[in-house]
């Protein structure tokens, strides 16, 4: 069932929470709302669900018009964080309370419910309470909840949030899973971890200022971002000052090939996987443009290590070494070598 959400505002008090919000979310696709903190993400999610009420803007469910219809009629499976549980019921009269509502044979809610709790790993905790799970067990169950009424739209808002490290992996591993059992389904997965948006989804949105600022399939926002604050946000690319002239763009003084001016103000986008360190005392082994800067920082992180390059005229350079690599130590002088393959420019932001 495809969601659509047409010029979505949504005011608390004097706080303006999401403004002229513009979204349509195909039936089997799933779109990730990503965004910091405080962006609007959650509340794009709600007016969806029907737990805030846009002041402006009509939401859409398979082209029905449900602006003004309460959440329960509304037919959406729905995992926000936080999601209460219904304290007083068992793990699976939780994980069967839709099912019952809508009145399905017993058999079947049994099967259902089973089916549910093994995808979860929570089968051993079908007897206990809530109370007795962790926060991270009770969003399992929350996940099983909304997903065993076979919802077409599911809405999931940092469902992963209370999840440690290896879990989180496997839900995500689930999700995948999910998606391919129950292709028809629109998924919104709001979340403010891009890795979770780039396994996931199809297109991501990003938000910022209760604004959409970029939609576009993950893939093509990740390799050419169409605004500085979707580069660094996805992937944490480096922004870096050029000089243009006529059509020519100039880095700390040289040419880099390849790239043409369209607009007075860009930045240089390369992210910093792509980016290659030398020693000045070895020889080119990159094409491309070639700076030399200070290693500032360095910090490792398992299978690569962030350095930070202090280059003049440029600023700071974030690159990412692999484990394999020459890594220098801070204070050294490198080479800093941008693959032309690697650049792309992004509008300067205006202010
Ligand atoms: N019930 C509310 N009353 C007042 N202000 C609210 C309420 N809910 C959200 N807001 C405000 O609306 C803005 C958007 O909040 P929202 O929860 O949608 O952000 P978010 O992007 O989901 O953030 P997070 O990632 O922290 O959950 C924030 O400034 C927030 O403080």
Redesign the pocket.
């Known amino acids: 069932m495809t969601v659509e959400l047409e010029d979505v505002t949504v005011h ?2 004097r ?1 303006c ?1 999401l403004e002229g919000f513009d979204l349509s979310v195909a039936a089997g696709e799933t779109v990730a709302l990503l ?1 910091p ?7 794009a999610l709600k007016a969806v669900a029907g737990f805030v009420r846009p002041s402006r803007g009509r939401i859409r469910l398979g082209g029905s018009d449900v602006t003004d219809l309460p959440p329960a009629k509304r037919g959406i499976g729905v995992v926000v ?1 936080q999601y209460a549980l219904f304290p007083h019921l068992r793990v699976a009269d939780n994980v069967a309370f839709g099912l019952r509502a809508a009145r399905k044979p017993k058999a079947e809610v049994v099967r259902r419910v089973g089916e549910m709790l093994e995808m979860v790993g929570m089968t051993s905790y079908a007897r206990r309470f809530p109370r007795e799970l962790s926060g991270g067990q009770q969003q399992r169950i929350a996940i099983a909840r909304a997903l065993a009424i076979r919802p077409s739209v599911l809405l999931l808002d ?1 469902p992963l949030a209370a999840l440690d490290a290896r879990l989180r992996a496997d839900m995500l591993g689930e999700l995948q899973k999910l998606r391919r059992e129950v292709p028809d389904i629109a998924i919104v997965y ?1 979340t ?1 971890d891009q890795s979770e948006a780039l396994v996931l989804a199809d297109r991501i949105a990003v ?1 910022r200022d ?1 604004r959409l600022v970029d939609v576009a399939p993950a893939a093509d926002l990740y390799a050419a971002p169409p605004s500085a604050f979707t580069a660094s946000f996805l992937g944490g690319a480096n922004l870096l000052p050029v000089e243009t002239s006529g059509d020519s763009v100039k880095l700390a003084g040289q040419l880099v090939p390849g790239l043409q001016a369209a607009r007075d103000k860009s930045l240089l986008c390369i992210r910093p996987h792509a980016i290659r360190l030398e020693s000045p005392s070895r020889g080119d082994e990159v094409s491309g443009v070639r700076v030399v800067g200070r290693v500032v920082a360095v910090q490792w992180r398992g299978a690569v290590s962030q350095v930070v390059c202090e280059v003049d005229g440029v600023g700071d350079v974030r690159v990412e070494v692999p484990v394999d690599r020459w890594v220098p130590g801070v204070g050294e002088r490198v080479v800093v070598a941008l693959p032309v393959e690697g650049c792309s420019l992004v509008p300067a932001e205006a202010g």
């Not at 903190?37 to 509340?43: E, P, Q, R, Y």
């Open positions: 608390f008090g706080t929470a965004g903190s405080g962006s609007g993400k959650s509340t964080q940092e709001v403010h938000m209760a």
